[in-house]
């Protein structure tokens, strides 16, 4: 947020995202140069997690990481790759061999980030139950919208 919005109380009955007010409405050029965005943005693509996770268990060369996410084309794991990397949340490091070998590894940085991501993925796995029934139900109602508007 703008240097008028960095100082985010915490409170102990309030998630800390929670006890500050934003301002309506939001302004783009605060939205876009929100630092909390940028994080969502790249933990919230497709592949970055599963290449976080999949380094937070050890360092993987390319090509292993490729056989391990299923899907994944090359330049897609490539684009993601360098993103975590500008980030400062992987490392790159070229072993001087021939040809040269190339290994993947989080960085203190980005190993921060699992315990976010593993607070995040056990809450989705304790909610899924009531989240599943709650999309049953939406697409029930859904279809007997769509069939009284015709």
Not at 82 to 110: I, K, N, Q, W
Not at 118 to 139: I, Q, T
Request: contains cysteine; charged residues 25%; proline residues 9%.
């Amino acid at each position: 947020m703008s240097g008028t919005h960095t100082d985010v109380p915490s409170s102990p009955s309030l998630p800390s995202m929670l006890a500050h007010e934003l301002p309506r409405p939001v302004p783009a050029d605060e939205l876009a140069a929100c630092p909390v965005g940028e994080v969502f943005r790249r933990v919230g693509d497709k592949w970055s997690v599963l290449v976080v996770v999949l380094l937070g268990g050890r360092p993987h060369r390319y090509n292993e990481l490729h056989r391990a996410i299923e899907g994944v084309s090359q330049r897609m794991l490539t684009r993601t790759l360098r993103g975590l990397e500008s980030d400062g949340l992987v490392r790159r490091e070229v072993h001087p061999t021939v040809p040269p070998a190339v290994e993947y590894s989080l960085t203190p940085l980005g190993r921060t980030l699992l315990a976010p991501l593993s607070a995040l993925a056990d809450w989705a796995v304790r909610h899924e139950p009531e989240m599943a029934e709650s999309r049953a139900r939406y697409a029930g109602a859904d279809g007997r919208i769509s069939a009284a508007l015709s």
